[in-house]
């Protein structure tokens, strides 16, 4: 449980960062600023983003899938199946 709450911060953190980073983005934007620095902005966003959220998604089947996987219910989990199925394919 422990790690899973150390987790939570560390995504909770990259979120915030990827937030802020993205304002500066924008403001480097409105500011007319040049192309490439915007860029590299730009992907440290994309990096922070992609960071939480391969931590989410361990985070999830270290806990909701797991539990689901561990019970009876066939339905729920060929369902999870199918999301975790359907994430990859977005990530991808």
Excluded at 7 to 31: F, Q, Y
Excluded at 44 to 70: D, E
Aim: charged share 35%; with cysteine.
């Amino acid at each position: 449980m422990l790690e899973i709450m150390k987790n939570d911060k560390e995504i909770i953190v990259a979120l915030k960062k990827a937030g802020s980073h993205l304002e500066n983005v924008i403001k480097m934007m409105e500011d007319d600023k040049y192309c490439i620095d915007i860029l590299q902005q730009n992907l440290a966003v994309i990096g922070l983003l992609k960071s939480a959220n391969s931590k989410l998604l361990k985070r999830h089947l270290n806990t909701c899938f797991k539990q689901v996987m561990k019970g009876a219910n066939k339905k729920r989990e060929q369902k999870m199946i199918d999301e975790i199925l359907r994430i990859e394919k977005l990530i991808n």
